[in-house]
Structure formats: structure tokens, C-alpha cells
Nanobody, 124 residues
């Protein structure tokens, strides 16, 4: 029932910028953490950035100083501002939400909920 929708990808030239968006909806009690991962063709999916409830952030070394993750005014929204893009940033970017949702009839658990992915292509 949890829905994660990521968007904002596109094609840019080296040095350009993109802003990715992610929105979570569904029967959830809260979101502990949201983040972005990426996967290039033939490569493993890798961590990019996360933001925890309360605002603390973490970044992969490869994107530090270039990417910024932030929360929207709504708790269920997160953005990834990507600046100074490089060809090696080309990948499908996936939003992930660690969402607390019902489990069974009376319980709850934290789910890793993934978006469908949005393509980012950086051309030289």
C-alpha cells in the first residue's frame, strides 16, 4: 500500500544540474529515513544520499560537495539537488523510504519502499 514516486530525471550536459523529487504516500505511520540510490547499466546499485528524521544527512564520497538532499515541508517529500554533474553520474536513480506501516492486523514494521526509478543521463 505504500507508494514511492520518484521523478525529475532527464538528460543534461556535463556540469549541468537536475533536481530529483520523491513523494511517499499510503497507509503509513511515519517515515524514519528517505534517500537516493543509483544504478548504472551493468553495475550494482549504490548508495547516494540519505536524510533521517530530524534532518541529519549522509552522502557517498563520490557526490559530496555536488549533491544536496533535503526534505520538503511535508515529511513525505524529499529532493536531491544535483549540481556539477559528470558522465559517471549517469544512472537510474531510485528513491527509498524507510516507512513505518501496518504489519498484519495489529502490528507494524519498517519497510524499505522503493520508487520506480528515474533516469539521469549526463552527456559530454
Amino acid at each position: 500500500q505504500v507508494q514511492v514516486v520518484d521523478s525529475g530525471g532527464g538528460s543534461v550536459q556535463v556540469g549541468g544540474s537536475l533536481r530529483l523529487s520523491c513523494a511517499v504516500s499510503g497507509a503509513i505511520f511515519g517515515i524514519e529515513r528517505m534517500g537516493w540510490y543509483r544504478q548504472a547499466p551493468g553495475e550494482q546499485r549504490e548508495f547516494v544520499a540519505t536524510i533521517a528524521r530530524g534532518g541529519s544527512t549522509t552522502y557517498a564520497d563520490s557526490v559530496k560537495g555536488r549533491f544536496t538532499i533535503s526534505r520538503g515541508n511535508a515529511e513525505n517529500t524529499v529532493y536531491l539537488q544535483m549540481d556539477s554533474l559528470k558522465p559517471e553520474d549517469t544512472a537510474v536513480y531510485y528513491c527509498k523510504a524507510d516507512a513505518i506501516a501496518p504489519y498484519g492486523s495489529t502490528g507494524y514494521r519498517t519497510y524499505d519502499c522503493w520508487g520506480q526509478g528515474t533516469q539521469v543521463t549526463v552527456s559530454s
